[in-house]
Protein backbone atom coordinates (compact mmCIF):
# COMPACT_ATOMS: atom_id res chain seq x y z
CA UNK A 1 0.00 0.00 0.00
CA UNK A 2 1.56 3.48 -0.89
CA UNK A 3 2.30 5.90 2.06
CA UNK A 4 0.59 9.62 1.80
CA UNK A 5 2.67 12.63 1.23
CA UNK A 6 3.62 13.84 4.13
CA UNK A 7 5.69 16.57 3.62
CA UNK A 8 4.06 19.98 4.38
CA UNK A 9 1.56 21.09 7.07
CA UNK A 10 -2.28 21.45 6.11
CA UNK A 11 -3.00 25.06 5.55
CA UNK A 12 -4.58 27.25 8.79
CA UNK A 13 -8.02 28.04 7.66
CA UNK A 14 -10.77 29.87 9.71
CA UNK A 15 -13.57 28.38 11.22
CA UNK A 16 -16.60 28.20 9.07
CA UNK A 17 -19.52 30.50 9.53
CA UNK A 18 -23.43 29.88 8.97
CA UNK A 19 -23.68 31.31 5.07
CA UNK A 20 -20.29 28.89 4.80
CA UNK A 21 -22.65 26.10 5.71
CA UNK A 22 -25.58 27.00 3.66
CA UNK A 23 -23.87 27.43 0.52
CA UNK A 24 -21.75 24.19 1.12
CA UNK A 25 -25.09 22.77 1.78
CA UNK A 26 -26.81 23.96 -1.71
CA UNK A 27 -23.60 23.41 -3.61
CA UNK A 28 -23.56 19.61 -2.39
CA UNK A 29 -27.43 19.12 -3.18
CA UNK A 30 -26.24 19.97 -6.58
CA UNK A 31 -23.02 18.27 -7.12
CA UNK A 32 -24.76 15.19 -5.54
CA UNK A 33 -27.53 15.43 -7.90
CA UNK A 34 -25.60 15.85 -10.92
CA UNK A 35 -23.15 13.27 -9.90
CA UNK A 36 -25.58 10.20 -8.88
CA UNK A 37 -28.07 11.56 -11.71
CA UNK A 38 -24.94 10.72 -14.04
CA UNK A 39 -24.17 7.72 -12.70
CA UNK A 40 -28.28 6.19 -12.90
CA UNK A 41 -27.90 7.48 -16.23
CA UNK A 42 -24.45 5.61 -17.02
CA UNK A 43 -26.20 2.23 -15.55
CA UNK A 44 -28.67 2.94 -17.53
CA UNK A 45 -26.99 3.28 -20.60
CA UNK A 46 -24.54 0.84 -20.03
CA UNK A 47 -27.17 -2.11 -19.77
CA UNK A 48 -27.43 -1.51 -23.64
CA UNK A 49 -23.99 -0.67 -24.60
CA UNK A 50 -22.68 -3.91 -22.86
CA UNK A 51 -24.47 -6.44 -24.69
CA UNK A 52 -23.97 -4.31 -28.23
CA UNK A 53 -20.40 -3.03 -27.51
CA UNK A 54 -19.12 -4.83 -24.95
CA UNK A 55 -15.79 -3.31 -23.55
CA UNK A 56 -15.45 -0.33 -25.86
CA UNK A 57 -18.06 2.34 -24.24
CA UNK A 58 -18.83 4.18 -27.03
CA UNK A 59 -21.29 6.29 -25.28
CA UNK A 60 -20.82 6.42 -21.01
CA UNK A 61 -17.76 8.31 -21.32
CA UNK A 62 -19.57 10.81 -22.81
CA UNK A 63 -21.67 11.21 -19.64
CA UNK A 64 -18.88 11.40 -17.36
CA UNK A 65 -17.35 13.94 -19.38
CA UNK A 66 -20.34 15.93 -19.15
CA UNK A 67 -20.76 15.38 -14.94
CA UNK A 68 -17.02 16.74 -14.38
CA UNK A 69 -17.51 19.96 -16.37
CA UNK A 70 -20.54 20.33 -15.05
CA UNK A 71 -19.23 20.09 -11.37
CA UNK A 72 -16.72 23.43 -12.19
CA UNK A 73 -19.99 25.09 -13.15
CA UNK A 74 -21.74 24.23 -9.28
CA UNK A 75 -18.91 25.09 -7.79
CA UNK A 76 -17.92 28.66 -9.59
CA UNK A 77 -14.34 27.35 -9.71
CA UNK A 78 -13.19 28.76 -13.08
CA UNK A 79 -11.44 25.39 -15.70
CA UNK A 80 -9.38 26.22 -18.28
CA UNK A 81 -6.86 24.25 -20.52
CA UNK A 82 -4.03 24.49 -22.98
CA UNK A 83 -2.32 22.31 -25.23
CA UNK A 84 -4.01 19.65 -27.21
CA UNK A 85 -4.89 16.27 -25.90
CA UNK A 86 -2.84 13.18 -28.12
CA UNK A 87 -4.71 11.23 -30.53
CA UNK A 88 -2.44 8.45 -30.41
CA UNK A 89 -3.12 5.17 -28.71
CA UNK A 90 -1.56 5.11 -25.09
CA UNK A 91 -1.68 6.65 -21.75
CA UNK A 92 -1.65 10.34 -19.91
CA UNK A 93 0.69 11.15 -16.68
CA UNK A 94 -0.03 13.87 -14.13
CA UNK A 95 0.89 14.96 -11.03
CA UNK A 96 -2.38 14.29 -8.58
CA UNK A 97 -2.95 17.65 -6.18
CA UNK A 98 -6.31 16.42 -4.52
CA UNK A 99 -9.20 14.33 -5.49
CA UNK A 100 -10.51 17.69 -7.91
CA UNK A 101 -8.04 16.25 -10.53
CA UNK A 102 -10.34 13.41 -11.07
CA UNK A 103 -12.81 16.27 -12.65
CA UNK A 104 -10.51 18.16 -14.34
CA UNK A 105 -8.71 15.64 -16.30
CA UNK A 106 -12.11 14.32 -17.08
CA UNK A 107 -13.71 17.30 -17.94
CA UNK A 108 -11.67 17.70 -21.24
CA UNK A 109 -10.28 14.33 -22.42
CA UNK A 110 -12.74 11.08 -21.67
CA UNK A 111 -10.00 8.67 -20.32
CA UNK A 112 -10.11 5.71 -17.50
CA UNK A 113 -7.63 6.51 -14.79
CA UNK A 114 -6.02 3.20 -13.35
CA UNK A 115 -5.68 3.30 -9.38
CA UNK A 116 -4.28 1.41 -6.53
CA UNK A 117 -6.41 -1.73 -5.81
CA UNK A 118 -7.36 -0.31 -2.19
CA UNK A 119 -9.43 2.52 -4.06
CA UNK A 120 -11.80 -0.19 -5.25
CA UNK A 121 -12.88 -0.97 -1.67
CA UNK A 122 -13.45 2.82 -0.68
CA UNK A 123 -16.67 4.03 0.50
CA UNK A 124 -18.71 5.92 -2.71
CA UNK A 125 -16.02 6.60 -4.37
CA UNK A 126 -14.37 3.36 -5.11
CA UNK A 127 -18.20 2.19 -6.94
CA UNK A 128 -18.30 4.88 -9.17
CA UNK A 129 -14.86 4.12 -10.13
CA UNK A 130 -16.25 0.38 -11.00
CA UNK A 131 -18.81 1.95 -12.91
CA UNK A 132 -16.78 4.59 -14.97
CA UNK A 133 -13.89 1.70 -15.83
CA UNK A 134 -11.38 2.14 -13.74
CA UNK A 135 -8.66 -0.30 -14.09
CA UNK A 136 -7.44 -1.33 -10.67
CA UNK A 137 -3.96 -2.67 -10.22
CA UNK A 138 -1.40 -3.25 -7.75
CA UNK A 139 1.21 -1.32 -7.70
CA UNK A 140 4.66 -3.82 -7.58
CA UNK A 141 6.65 -4.99 -10.87
CA UNK A 142 5.72 -8.46 -9.75
CA UNK A 143 2.61 -7.94 -11.40
CA UNK A 144 3.86 -6.11 -14.64
CA UNK A 145 2.83 -8.90 -17.03
CA UNK A 146 -0.27 -8.95 -15.76
CA UNK A 147 -0.99 -5.30 -15.93
CA UNK A 148 0.54 -5.24 -19.19
CA UNK A 149 -2.06 -8.02 -20.73
CA UNK A 150 -4.81 -5.70 -18.70
CA UNK A 151 -3.15 -2.36 -20.46
CA UNK A 152 -3.06 -4.20 -23.85
CA UNK A 153 -6.74 -5.18 -23.93
CA UNK A 154 -7.71 -1.58 -23.10
CA UNK A 155 -5.37 0.32 -25.54
CA UNK A 156 -6.93 -2.08 -28.34
CA UNK A 157 -10.10 -0.41 -27.59
CA UNK A 158 -9.25 2.69 -28.10
CA UNK A 159 -9.23 3.13 -24.27
CA UNK A 160 -6.71 6.35 -23.12
CA UNK A 161 -5.58 5.52 -19.95
CA UNK A 162 -4.03 7.91 -16.94
CA UNK A 163 -2.11 7.27 -13.74
CA UNK A 164 -0.33 9.79 -11.55
CA UNK A 165 2.94 8.52 -11.18
CA UNK A 166 4.09 10.45 -7.70
CA UNK A 167 1.52 7.55 -5.86
CA UNK A 168 0.41 10.33 -3.80
CA UNK A 169 -1.54 13.39 -3.97
CA UNK A 170 0.39 16.77 -3.05
CA UNK A 171 -0.47 20.84 -1.89
CA UNK A 172 -0.45 21.42 -5.20
CA UNK A 173 2.96 23.63 -4.79
CA UNK A 174 5.63 21.02 -6.36
CA UNK A 175 5.58 17.83 -7.79
CA UNK A 176 7.45 14.60 -6.27
CA UNK A 177 9.57 12.24 -8.35
CA UNK A 178 7.91 10.05 -10.39
CA UNK A 179 7.58 6.18 -10.04
CA UNK A 180 8.69 4.07 -13.33
CA UNK A 181 6.79 1.07 -11.90
CA UNK A 182 3.78 1.63 -13.77
CA UNK A 183 6.19 2.42 -17.26
CA UNK A 184 7.24 -0.76 -17.44
CA UNK A 185 4.18 -2.44 -19.25
CA UNK A 186 4.42 0.13 -21.80
CA UNK A 187 7.89 -1.55 -22.95
CA UNK A 188 6.58 -5.14 -23.56
CA UNK A 189 6.94 -6.03 -27.18
CA UNK A 190 3.10 -5.73 -28.02
CA UNK A 191 2.66 -2.48 -27.02
CA UNK A 192 6.61 -0.61 -27.59
CA UNK A 193 5.72 0.74 -31.10
CA UNK A 194 2.68 1.76 -31.10
CA UNK A 195 1.86 3.49 -27.36
CA UNK A 196 3.23 7.01 -26.78
CA UNK A 197 2.82 8.92 -22.74
CA UNK A 198 1.64 12.29 -22.93
CA UNK A 199 2.44 14.11 -19.54
CA UNK A 200 -0.27 16.58 -18.20
CA UNK A 201 0.33 19.53 -15.91
CA UNK A 202 -2.25 20.16 -13.52
CA UNK A 203 -2.05 23.59 -11.72
CA UNK A 204 -4.37 24.95 -8.86
CA UNK A 205 -5.00 29.10 -7.58
CA UNK A 206 -6.38 29.59 -4.71
CA UNK A 207 -9.04 32.11 -3.96
CA UNK A 208 -7.84 35.52 -3.36
CA UNK A 209 -8.69 35.29 0.46
CA UNK A 210 -7.34 31.58 0.90
CA UNK A 211 -3.69 30.13 1.14
CA UNK A 212 -2.07 28.67 -2.32
CA UNK A 213 -2.32 25.19 -0.91
CA UNK A 214 -6.19 25.52 -0.52
CA UNK A 215 -7.31 22.73 -3.07
CA UNK A 216 -4.46 20.62 -2.14
CA UNK A 217 -5.41 17.31 -0.62
CA UNK A 218 -2.49 15.30 1.39
CA UNK A 219 -1.29 13.23 4.39
CA UNK A 220 -3.82 12.73 6.85
CA UNK A 221 -6.19 14.91 5.91
CA UNK A 222 -9.62 13.40 5.75
CA UNK A 223 -11.99 13.77 2.78
CA UNK A 224 -15.35 15.25 4.13
CA UNK A 225 -13.91 18.00 5.89
CA UNK A 226 -11.61 19.23 2.53
CA UNK A 227 -14.97 18.33 0.21
CA UNK A 228 -16.89 20.68 2.41
CA UNK A 229 -13.90 23.51 2.32
CA UNK A 230 -13.83 23.53 -1.18
CA UNK A 231 -18.04 23.47 -1.20
CA UNK A 232 -18.38 26.42 1.09
CA UNK A 233 -15.60 28.53 -0.59
CA UNK A 234 -17.62 32.03 -1.18
CA UNK A 235 -15.04 33.13 -4.12
CA UNK A 236 -13.03 30.19 -5.94
CA UNK A 237 -10.26 30.06 -7.97
CA UNK A 238 -9.02 28.52 -10.86
CA UNK A 239 -7.55 25.05 -12.30
CA UNK A 240 -5.33 24.62 -15.40
CA UNK A 241 -4.99 21.68 -17.09
CA UNK A 242 -1.81 21.61 -19.66
CA UNK A 243 -1.46 18.98 -22.09
CA UNK A 244 2.10 18.48 -22.90
CA UNK A 245 3.67 16.57 -26.06
CA UNK A 246 3.34 13.27 -26.39
CA UNK A 247 6.54 10.79 -26.33
CA UNK A 248 7.03 8.13 -27.94
CA UNK A 249 7.89 4.67 -26.04
CA UNK A 250 9.52 3.00 -28.68
CA UNK A 251 11.88 6.53 -28.80
CA UNK A 252 13.16 6.36 -25.08
CA UNK A 253 15.76 3.55 -23.52
CA UNK A 254 13.35 1.93 -20.52
CA UNK A 255 10.86 2.68 -18.15
CA UNK A 256 13.00 5.35 -16.24
CA UNK A 257 14.17 6.80 -19.34
CA UNK A 258 10.16 7.05 -19.93
CA UNK A 259 9.66 8.12 -16.84
CA UNK A 260 12.16 10.96 -16.31
CA UNK A 261 11.09 13.03 -19.45
CA UNK A 262 7.45 12.56 -18.61
CA UNK A 263 8.27 14.19 -14.98
CA UNK A 264 10.38 16.71 -16.19
CA UNK A 265 7.40 17.99 -18.56
CA UNK A 266 5.10 17.90 -15.61
CA UNK A 267 7.32 19.86 -13.36
CA UNK A 268 8.34 22.42 -15.96
CA UNK A 269 4.49 22.96 -16.23
CA UNK A 270 3.82 23.42 -13.22
CA UNK A 271 6.82 26.38 -12.83
CA UNK A 272 5.76 27.89 -15.64
CA UNK A 273 1.68 27.62 -14.39
CA UNK A 274 2.75 29.14 -10.62
CA UNK A 275 4.93 31.94 -12.28
CA UNK A 276 8.24 30.34 -9.87
CA UNK A 277 9.99 27.90 -9.13
CA UNK A 278 7.69 25.47 -7.27
CA UNK A 279 9.65 23.93 -3.64
CA UNK A 280 11.64 20.73 -4.79
CA UNK A 281 9.94 16.88 -4.08
CA UNK A 282 9.49 16.42 -0.49
Given at each position: ?S?SWQ???PP ?6 V?D????G?RGI ?7 G???LLL ?10 GA?RP????ITQ???R?AFV ?5 Y??EG????H???V?A??V????I????A???IY?VA ?5 G????G?L???T ?8 R ?11 A ?8 LF?P??T????M?VL??K ?6 F??P ?5 V????V??A ?12 G????MDF?P???R???A ?5 V???YH?P ?5 H??R???C ?11 V?A?G?APP?AG
Amino acid sequence: MSQSWQGASPPDLAPLGVTDWLRAGVRGIVLGGVTFGGLALLLAVRTVEWPLCGAHRPVTPFITQGVCRAAFVILGMKYRTEGTPMRHPGAVVANHVSWLDIFALNARKRIYYVAKAEVAGWAGIGWLARATGTIFIARDRTQARAQTRIFAARLSLGHKLLFFPEGTSTDGMRVLSFKPTLFEAFFAPALRDMVWVQPVTVAYTAPTDQPQAFYGWWGEMDFAPHFLRVLAAPRQGAVRVIYHAPLQVAAHDGRKDLCAAAEMAVRCGLVAALGSAPPRAG
